[in-house]
């Protein structure tokens, strides 16, 4: 305990950064939320949020109770292959273990389902050792037939699965009863990070054979929470597994989840949803809208909880191939002229920090050192702008007669609007005209892949820093999600590279330099990174987020 | 009467056959691929994928093909499968239709007592401060948003008064609020007709001699008047099911309910085709179905109209 009151008393005195922070802190078994919320608290990060007293993950927990949640979003069916929303996906964390575990800011693989792995010198083969004493839900026995029979249906077309198969998967192989081979065509390096992050999880097989039903309303897992009821556009009832005894060894115990029940309430009207908390109807609620920030953090029997994503953060895609966002200059003098403390303290209240790089602070194979790129500074894109030979002339720009416009087409409904008028008008500061339009989703993603646009909006859920290929690879443009229409031949081969080097380490390194290109070459002006956003009673404890920053409920306590 | 019935239900084929055409080619007609938002986020999104889900959505068929795949379908009573939750499209719009008939229904009650009570008292007050403050309730309630009701409604009976929980929907209890928020545009709307079409029933001679033979006034109302006035209630009641339904997308929002509202509003967002498209024709029917009972009730409330 002394220990962590030194480290706490460290940070906040500022003489330890905040990764230093959070690695040492897990290293003492203080838990992910709570030091997320020391964080939050410290005057660095100007959160209003009282700093609770550090405690260890092992701290004796209230058990039993029902925890009421307010999610803000309809699941859509909770068939893990058949699904890609979040709001399906936050459930099922809950419900299905993954082969292996990870945490954000923590860089070790916890096991899971598997007891051990090996990799293949070739990158190949994964070989996985599995528990022994796992049953689903319904009764089934996990064993490696059923991670056979879970990729065998993603690869079958006939299921109409969602989930992507891992990029060159080849096969599943049964060695024994309890050993299991993945085997690709080629190396998939990111492979255990985004199993980590729930991607593949295992499904009873015989149950997922014969009932497609239930598979998409009650599906049974191997996880601490059982669905018991779903009922459609109401509400989705979790009891407690009872038998429930291979958590990963970061829970710091084991046995069943502490909660007996969670029910969680899809309550999409965010005014409601705080309602909810105020009457008492609900004693957690999730993604808690900016404008109400004040008020709940205020309410001197709330929490609010705020944690860091993973993936590519909240970005401006640059449009490298259309005038006049296709000069470098042009796009470096945009990346200096953006002041981002404006978006993040007074459109979003604090509740986020500005984003420097390609990559969210807490994704694997971050570059701290993108952070000193493009510092605020008119100046320097003044300067940038008249090397390009943009001559200011009056309030806008111009070059041999064109005048120095740009178009913003801006995804509706997209929580973007407000912030796409502080770009605009500090461009214009620089002699930019921005013109903004919105489009909604998903005819904008066309338009994007067309090129219209000089500007385009894009974030990224991803576990891994692979995330980086969906974005600015170059076999991306046109159909994919480069909106940048970037093209870097030794971006590419970094970003492919880093899909077959088997050394972690090494790997992280591919990814590092990557970043550094890409922000030379300007293609995107990271404005924000993603945040998890929770608010609830402030007696409720031992929230822990995985990669994907889905809560997981195994230690939360009402208290 | 039954010939009236066939006539006009062999008149209700062209028109669901248009609304399908209609919702059909609007979701289609669209730009924009689903495919691309739906694989968001996954591991590794390869061309091959966006092609594979392109494929399950049914969209690399050319439209008129699609269509008519769809329609043969849904003549033989198979709506399809929900593109999103994998699950047959009636069963999904069944689950949702009792909640949405429960709000529904107290909403219309709520609206047609109100109502009433309001545009008969104006109607019997006219000119008075009593008609003119109905009236300004009546103008109030057409004027308000049901959305702000209700978040308005929440705040006051549900987190300062505590008196009404917010969501859900067991029980009467969590029916109120929301009943009023859908219900209270629709009550001012009766009101008013009912003060207009009472007061031009209470000027015709039958009313002048149900007087003279010496009814009492609230008999003469009741029985004469009102019963007269009530025809063109009826008119807008059929009409007002649409507006309903339309307000439930809002109001079941708001309040968290279940209910074919936000089935649909979900559906649309996620460019779900095939459950849009059933939401749309199972409203239809309805909405045709109800018009038609209305038609019907004319000649219970005024037996000297008859069908041929």
């Known amino acids: 305990m002394r220990d962590q009151n030194e480290l706490v008393g460290e940070f906040k005195a500022g003489s330890i950064s905040r990764r230093d922070f959070a690695k040492r802190a897990m290293a003492l078994g203080i838990s992910a939320p709570v030091i997320t919320s020391i964080v939050l608290a410290s005057p660095a990060m100007a959160a209003p949020r009282a700093l609770p007293a550090p405690a260890a993950r092992t701290r004796a927990q209230e058990a039993g109770g029902t925890l009421v949640f307010g999610a803000w979003q309809t699941p859509d069916t909770m068939d893990p292959q058949k699904t890609g929303l979040a709001a399906t996906g936050r459930i099922l964390a809950n419900v299905f273990d993954p082969l292996v575990w990870r945490f954000p800011g923590d860089e070790k693989f916890y096991p899971g389902l598997a007891d051990s792995w090996d990799i293949s010198a070739d990158g190949l083969t994964y070989t996985f050792k599995l528990r022994q004493d796992v049953t689903f839900h319904n009764g089934e026995v996990f064993n490696a037939a059923a991670v056979k029979a879970t990729f065998d249906r993603e690869a079958d077309p006939a299921n109409r699965t969602l989930e ?17 081979a993945i085997v690709f065509k080629t190396p998939y390096a990111p492979f255990l990070i985004l199993l980590a992050a729930n991607s593949w999880v295992t499904l009873p097989p015989q149950y997922a054979k ?92 709330l929490q609010v909880i705020l944690q860091d994503a993973i993936g590519c953060p909240r970005t401006v895609h640059l449009n490298c191939t259309k005038a006049p966002t296709d000069d470098k200059l042009v796009r470096q003098a945009m990346s200096y002229a953006i002041d981002k403390r404006i978006i993040t303290d007074v459109i979003f209240k604090k509740t986020v920090e500005p984003a420097y790089g390609p990559l969210e602070k807490l994704t694997p194979g971050y570059n701290p050192d993108v952070e000193s790129l493009y510092a605020f500074s008119p100046d320097k894109a003044n300067e940038l702008l008249d090397q390009a030979g943009w001559v200011r002339d009056g309030n806008t720009r111009s070059k041999d007669g064109q005048e120095l416009k740009a178009l913003f087409i801006v995804i509706a409904k997209d929580n973007f609007d407000e912030p796409a008028q502080v770009i605009q008008s500090q461009l214009s500061d620089v002699g930019i005209a921005l013109e903004l339009t919105t489009e909604a989703e998903p005819t904008v993603f ?114 | 009467m039954t010939e009236y019935l066939i006539r006009r239900v062999v008149l209700a084929v062209p028109v669901l056959l248009g609304v399908s055409i209609a919702v059909f080619l609007m979701m289609h007609l669209i730009p924009g691929d689903p495919a691309l938002a739906m694989l968001r986020g996954q591991p590794t999104v390869t061309p091959a994928d966006i092609d594979r ?160 033979k010496g009814l009492r006034g609230r008999t003469v109302v009741t029985r004469h008047a009102l019963r007269n006035a009530m025809i063109a209630v009826v008119t807008i009641i059929g009409l007002q099911f649409g507006f309903l339904l339309s307000g439930a997308v809002v109001v079941e929002t708001v309040f968290a309910r279940q209910g074919i509202g936000r089935l649909a509003i979900t559906a649309i967002l996620a460019k779900d085709f095939p459950l849009v498209q059933g939401i749309v024709l199972v409203s239809a029917v309805v909405y045709v179905a109800i018009n038609l009972l209305v038609d019907l009730s004319y000649s219970f409330l005024d037996p000297r109209i008859h069908y041929r």
């Not at chain 2, 049901?146 to 409604?153: N, R, T």
């Open chain 1, 164 to 180: 992507t198969l891992p990029l060159g998967f080849d096969r599943a192989e049964v060695i024994d009863d309890f050993t299991v």
């Open chain 1, 210 to 301: 014969d009932n497609p039903e239930g598979m998409s309303l009650t599906p049974p897992g191997t996880g601490p929470f059982i669905v018991s009821e779903y009922v459609a556009g109401s509400n989705v009832v979790l009891d407690r597994n009872p038998n429930y005894n291979w958590a990963p060894s970061y829970f710091g115990r084991q046995g069943p989840a502490l909660l007996e029940r969670i029910d969680w309430r899809i309550i999409e009207e965010s005014g409601t949803r705080a309602s909810t908390l105020e009457n008492g109807e609900a004693q957690l609620i999730e993604e808690i809208v900016p404008a109400q920030f004040e008020t709940l953090s205020a309410n001197p029997d």
């Open chain 1, 446 to 559: 066309n338009t994007y892949n067309r090129g219209d646009q000089n500007l385009a909006n894009i974030f990224w859920w991803g576990a891994d820093p692979e995330s980086l290929y969906s974005l600015y690879h170059s076999s991306q443009i046109a159909q994919g999600f480069n909106w940048a229409h970037y093209t870097n031949p030794e971006v590419d081969r970094l970003l492919e590279e880093g899909y077959i080097e088997s050394d972690d380490a090494a790997r992280m390194e591919l990814y590092k330099q990557a970043q550094t290109l890409i922000m030379e070459d300007a293609p995107c002006i990271p404005i924000w990174g993603k945040r998890a956003t929770m608010a609830g009673a402030k007696s409720i404890t031992g929230i822990v987020f995985n990669p994907r920053v889905y809560p997981l409920h195994y230690n939360t306590s009402l208290g």
């Open chain 2, 53 to 212: 889900i392109r494929h399950q959505l049914g969209l690399d068929d050319p439209l008129p093909v699609q269509y008519l795949k769809y329609m043969g379908r849904v003549v033989q009573g198979d709506f399809g499968e929900s593109v999103k939750a994998h699950r047959p499209v009636l069963t999904m719009i069944g689950e949702q239709a009792w909640p949405t008939i429960q709000l529904a229904l107290a909403a219309m009650a709520m609206a047609i007592v109100l109502g009433v009570v309001l545009g008969t008292i104006s109607a019997l007050r006219q000119n008075t401060w009593v008609d003119t403050a109905s009236m300004v309730v009546a103008l109030f309630g057409v004027s308000m948003p049901s959305f702000w009701l209700g978040l308005i409604l929440i705040y006051v009976f549900s987190v300062r008064l505590e008196w009404l929980p917010i969501t859900g929907q067991d029980g009467w209890k969590r029916l109120i609020l929301p009943a009023v928020a859908l219900g209270l545009d629709f009550s001012a709307v009766t009101a008013r007709l009912v003060r207009s079409s009472l007061l031009e029933v209470l000027r015709q001679d039958y009313i002048l001699a149900a007087r003279a």
